[in-house]
């Protein structure tokens, strides 16, 4: 009789059981079901091609293809050449839950010149980069640049020079500004000093910024 209560107690517990293993599994399943759409989201706003992008990471064009349509369940094998390949840690493309750190872990990336650090860690939207300006004369040739979108900027430290279409101005700590960045623009430091900005943008102003040629 013991042994045949102890069974069912068994039998009861696995019952109890079951329903938390499922849980488990649903939750592991969502938190793959949203690496694809990162991953698509990551390349637009790179305006990558999965042609270049199979070229950057070693996988294959149509592997790409299904792992951002999610017919593929991805792999770390997978995963590790991709995050190296968008520069975002590895826990942005699976979103992996809170470990209680709320810190950023700032990643700079230094193009022609500039230093960015970027603020804010989702694929797609508007992002937030702290940005840093070499003193005049170090930069590359003033050339304005175009490109669809919006930005807006924050002088931190330092003195910006800001050239807009036909117009220039230069703005000191706690000036900001805002423009439409379909205007020929220029942004640099003013003198020689570093001139340090906060700055927002979009994808296009994110794929403008990094660049290889530079802002």
Request: net charge negative.
């Given at each position: 009789m013991y042994r045949q209560h102890r069974h069912r107690r068994s039998a009861v517990a696995r019952k109890v059981a079951d329903p938390?293993?499922?849980?488990?599994?649903?939750?592991?399943?969502?938190?793959?079901?949203?690496?694809?759409?990162?991953l698509r989201a990551l390349r637009r706003a790179r305006s990558a091609t999965l042609a270049a992008l199979a070229d950057e990471t070693g996988l294959t064009a149509s592997t790409l293809s299904r792992l951002e349509n999610g017919k593929l369940r991805p792999t770390l094998e997978q995963l590790l050449p991709l995050a190296?390949?968008?520069?975002?840690?590895?826990?942005?493309?699976?979103?992996?839950?809170p470990t209680g750190d709320p810190r950023v872990h700032l990643r700079p990336v230094r193009r022609s010149g500039l230093v960015m650090v970027p603020l804010t860690r989702r694929a797609g939207g508007i992002q937030a980069y702290k940005v840093i300006y070499p003193p005049a004369g170090r930069a590359s040739t003033l050339k304005l640049r175009t490109h669809e979108g919006y930005e807006w900027f924050y002088v931190l430290d330092g003195q910006v020079r800001f050239v807009l279409g036909e117009e220039e101005f230069r703005l000191g700590v706690g000036e900001a500004a805002e423009f439409d960045t379909r205007v020929p623009h220029w942004i640099g430091s003013a003198d020689g000093r570093p001139a340090e900005l906060l700055a927002l943008f979009g994808a296009q102003g994110e794929r403008a910024h990094l660049a290889p040629s530079g802002h």
């Open positions: 938390h293993h499922r849980a488990g599994d649903n939750r592991e399943e969502d938190v793959l079901a949203g690496v694809g759409p990162r190296r390949a968008y520069d975002v840690p590895l826990d942005d493309l699976v979103a992996a839950p």
